[in-house]
């Protein structure tokens, strides 16, 4: 992640960044009503522009070695020039960017595993 900046004068718990890459992503959204939801997972997303995001909960690890878990909401009004995340899992996720390029993308049905839906 590039530029990473957070606060105002973004609204209240989103954060932007001018690039931000994932590796091995699986993204699961619920269904409703019945329907089942969608997984998506690509080997590759890089999402470029003018990339917002938020999430309730962010957690893995700063430059591969310090755990970190917290939401946007929490993260000081700093700019940081560059952060790099593995293990990287979030909740209550939203993001939107400019551009969006997946690398061996798939959008599959999710599988449903008793209760919790899996991607």
């Known amino acids: 992640m590039t530029d990473l900046r957070c606060g105002p004068p973004l609204s209240h718990g989103v954060c932007g960044a001018g690039r931000v890459v994932l590796d091995e992503v699986r993204i699961g959204y619920p269904g409703s009503g019945g329907e089942p939801g969608s997984c998506i997972t690509a080997e590759r997303v890089t999402l470029t522009g003018r990339v ?51 690398q061996h993308a798939a959008i599959t049905p999710q599988r449903s595993a008793g209760a919790e839906p899996s991607c």
């Open 52 to 102: 917002r995001f938020r999430a309730a909960v962010l957690g893995g690890r700063a430059f591969g070695r310090l755990p970190l878990t917290l939401s946007t909401a929490a993260v000081p009004p700093l700019p940081v020039p560059y952060v790099r995340l593995t293990g990287v899992h979030a909740t209550g996720l939203w993001s939107r960017a400019d551009h969006a390029v997946a």
